[in-house]
């Protein structure tokens, strides 16, 4: 609700200070006494200044506590840094007997399958040689009698 918009009779609400402001220390009423005006800056001071000097040594106390912690975490960093360099040395090292095992199945289903081809190769060489062996004396005398026929026509020839 704006200022203007409050109803007549209405006040606007307080802030913390000006209600605290209601409770500050006026002087008594009556005839003006005689003495030394209390020096409200100086009993702050000596109200607030213990209590100030404990922060700066517990601000003394954390920046130590910062400073330790940030060296170990130094430290830390430093050796992770140095156990993953020592891990990839390791693992670099172990690269190539990984590799091997990792394509041994591999490897050893290559040659399983080269042998069985060259199974069915020797199968189908035997095949072949048995059906040339078979038909070879057929194929003789055939090459025989067309040897025997040329030779024979060109020998009756005058």
Do not use: C, H
């Not at 002087?27 to 000596?46: I, K, Q």
């Not at 330790?68 to 975490?73: N, S």
């Not at 990839?88 to 590799?99: K, L």
């Amino acid at each position: 609700m704006k200022l203007e918009e409050q109803p007549i009779g209405r006040r606007p609400p307080m802030s913390l200070r000006d209600f605290l402001e209601r409770f500050r220390p006026a002087g008594t009423p009556g005839a003006s006494a005689t003495g030394v005006p209390a020096d409200r800056a100086a009993e702050r001071a000596a109200e607030l200044d213990p209590a100030l000097d404990r922060l700066t040594d517990v601000q003394q106390q954390a920046a130590q506590i910062r400073a330790a912690a940030q060296e170990t975490a130094e430290a830390l960093r430093r050796d992770a840094s140095r156990e993953a360099e020592r891990l990839v040395a390791a693992a670099r090292e172990q690269a190539s007997e990984v590799r091997r095992q990792a394509a041994e199945p591999l490897v050893r289903e290559a040659r399983q399958e080269a042998d069985a081809l060259r199974a069915a190769g020797d199968r189908a060489a035997s095949v072949i040689r048995a059906r040339a062996m078979e038909r070879m004396p057929y194929l003789v005398d055939l090459a025989v009698a067309d040897a025997l026929r040329l030779a024979g026509g060109a020998q009756g020839e005058p």
